[in-house]
């Protein structure tokens, strides 16, 4: 599985579109991108995952890179609700192995 | 309803017990999986269930041993407990996993065990 990169912590405004850079370069053809987010002291939660177009749903957006080897989630309206710890991984989603995350403060 | 339960929420023992956490889905899923996450948040998978039958069993010391009755619940049952088994154990269940899917995965609510 590719390994990821993210920043450790972000913040973001309230009202403001949240985008959370994530980098995968080592990605192989049949990966997919996932995102997850954990809220505090609650089980992970799925947001979206996107194998090369661009994918959109009722929580969030994922750009991926033409090349894949970096992806983008976008949360277009972050609310407060949104604070939590995003992660991004690579692979089957059989067998998730979750990085570090980050941490995303929503500031009101 | 709950689509993924697990009971206990929290669990606190002394070294050497042996404990259980149970966990059930009513999400009619195929594939169900246990995660740890430790103190530094890291979560780490340590087994999947395809209906009742194991197919990732990570580098979990035989100490662990999960227990699938029926392809709703998958149990992970604890020997001789040290106090490196304290972490929040997630459980986790998708519709057909193995490889071949894009299937989400469901998290339970996690379960807190804290050994003494």
């Known amino acids: 599985d590719a390994k990821t990169t993210q920043p450790p912590s972000m913040d973001c405004a309230e009202g403001r579109a949240a985008n959370l850079p994530c980098n995968h370069s080592?990605?192989?053809?049949?990966?997919?991108v996932y995102w997850y987010r954990q809220i505090h002291s609650q089980g992970p939660q799925y947001i979206i995952h996107?194998?090369?177009n661009n994918e959109t749903n009722e929580m969030a957006s994922l750009i991926i890179t033409e090349d894949r080897k970096s992806s983008t989630l976008i949360l277009p309206h972050a609310t407060l609700r949104d604070t939590a710890v995003y992660y991004c991984f690579c692979g089957r989603d059989d067998k998730i192995i979750f990085g570090k995350g980050t941490r995303l403060h929503i500031l009101p | 309803d709950t689509a993924v339960s697990q009971t206990p929420k929290y669990l606190v023992t002394q070294m050497g017990n042996d404990k259980s956490i149970k966990c059930e889905q009513n999400?009619?899923?195929?594939?169900m999986y246990w995660y740890k996450q430790d103190s530094k948040k890291f979560l780490k998978i340590m087994f999947s269930y395809n209906n009742k039958e194991l197919i990732i069993n990570e580098t979990v010391p035989n100490r662990f041993s999960p227990k699938s009755p029926d392809k709703a619940h998958l149990n992970l049952h604890i020997n001789s407990l040290e106090l490196g088994d304290s972490a929040v154990y997630f459980c986790?269940?998708?519709?057909?996993?193995?490889?071949?899917?894009?299937?989400?995965?469901?998290f339970g609510p996690g379960t807190r065990l804290t050994v003494l």
């Open positions: 986790a269940s998708s519709q057909r996993g193995s490889g071949v899917s894009t299937d989400t995965q469901y």
């Open positions: 996107g194998l090369k």
């Open positions: 080592t990605i192989s053809g049949n990966e997919y």
């Open positions: 999400l009619g899923h195929d594939t």
